[in-house]
T-cell receptor, first 111, second 111 residues
């Protein structure tokens, strides 16, 4: 079954601390993985997609096919990073198709 | 990336009535998606709407309850029919245009 698991509902860190938001997936083929972010009162927006291998706002994520993980990392968290983060999977590589979302992790960065 | 205008942004409706949500895109897109986000939950795909064909519904969602129109490549509507309090959710449209873009959502409360 296709599934995305984000084990942490809430992650709280202090400003300047490293942060890692976990994402594990279950999919039999070659999925495309995404991280979406939703800041307070804003729409859902793309943060990262694994095929682009970019670093956005200091965040990186590496697809580990052996561990079926796509964890989101940032070495030094900022208060403005506080938001809801969703990991998502698409089974149709770079062609669109439905997204399967994880439950989301709320990141709170304290001053 | 595409820009989506979704309306209404919120509504409070009486049970037994219907609400139609509109999604307007500033460019032509083949794939449009409708998601539901129940309180405290993640996003769940309701259906995929491609222009010129009937919408494809996910398990647990039926056309009689969530009729969808897709009259052209820039517009779609989702109707939530015969509403009950359990339909209180945020409804979002999304498009694929080389990447996924999301509308700002419609927060529906059924009383």
């Amino acid at each position: 079954a296709q599934r995305v698991t984000q084990p942490e509902k809430l992650l709280s860190v202090f400003k300047g601390a490293p942060v890692e938001l976990k994402c594990n997936y279950s999919y039999s083929g070659s999925p495309e993985l995404f991280w979406y972010v939703q800041y307070s009162r804003q729409r859902l927006q793309l943060l990262l997609r694994h095929i682009s291998r970019e670093s956005i706002k200091g965040f990186t994520a590496d697809l580990n096919k052996g561990e079926t993980s796509f964890h989101l990392k940032k070495p030094f968290a900022q208060e403005e990073d506080s938001a809801m983060y969703y990991c998502a999977l698409s089974g149709t590589y770079n062609q669109g198709g439905k997204l399967i979302f994880g439950q989301g992790t709320e990141l709170s960065v304290k001053p | 990336s595409a820009v989506i205008s979704q309306k209404p942004s919120r509504d409070i409706c009486q049970r037994g009535t219907s609400l139609t949500i509109q999604c307007q895109v500033d460019s032509q897109v083949t794939m449009m998606f409708w998601y539901r986000q129940q309180p405290g939950q993640s996003l769940t795909l309701i259906a995929t709407a491609n222009q010129g064909s009937e919408a494809t519904y996910e398990s647990g969602f039926v056309i009689d309850k969530f009729p969808i129109s897709r009259p052209n490549l820039t517009f779609s509507t989702l109707t939530v029919s015969n509403m009950s309090p359990e339909d209180s959710s945020i409804y979002l449209c999304s498009v694929w245009g080389g990447g996924y873009t999301f509308g700002s959502g419609t927060r529906l409360t059924v009383v």
